[in-house]
């Protein structure tokens, strides 16, 4: 599985910004695709997944601002993000789950900047 990642920018506090994350190779044996956030000298950390089955979960600390969905006819996900935070900014990358044996998948980093 390959992912492909894109949609990071600059936007100012409570603004929005929509990542995209296209998946391709063995698309039909992803388990769970989302995303996960790494900030400077931070540890990179879960941001939202979404199972094959469609179960969401998220951080504590985006619950209520992002949402994570899927459009399968084109293998993509996206996480939209609302109310950004200065605190959301981080390079962001896509990340799959796939096969029996749960492998990994990582994407390109995706930078998002919020400034306050």
């Known amino acids: 599985v390959q992912l492909q990642a894109s949609g990071g920018g600059l936007v100012q506090a409570g603004g929005s910004l929509r990542l995209s994350c296209a998946a391709s190779?063995?698309?039909?044996?992803?388990?769970?695709i989302g995303w996960y956030r790494q900030a400077p000298g931070e540890q990179r950390e879960l941001v939202a997944t979404?199972?094959?089955?469609?179960?969401?979960n998220y951080a504590d600390s985006v619950k209520g601002r992002f949402t994570i969905s899927r459009e399968n006819a084109k293998n993509t996900v996206y996480l939209q993000m609302n109310s950004l935070k200065p605190e959301d900014t981080a390079v962001y990358y896509c990340y799959a789950d796939y096969g029996v044996r749960r492998r990994s998948s990582w994407g390109q980093g995706t930078q998002v900047t919020v400034s306050s």
């Open positions: 190779g063995s698309t039909f044996s992803i388990n769970a």
């Open positions: 979404i199972s094959s089955r469609g179960s969401t």
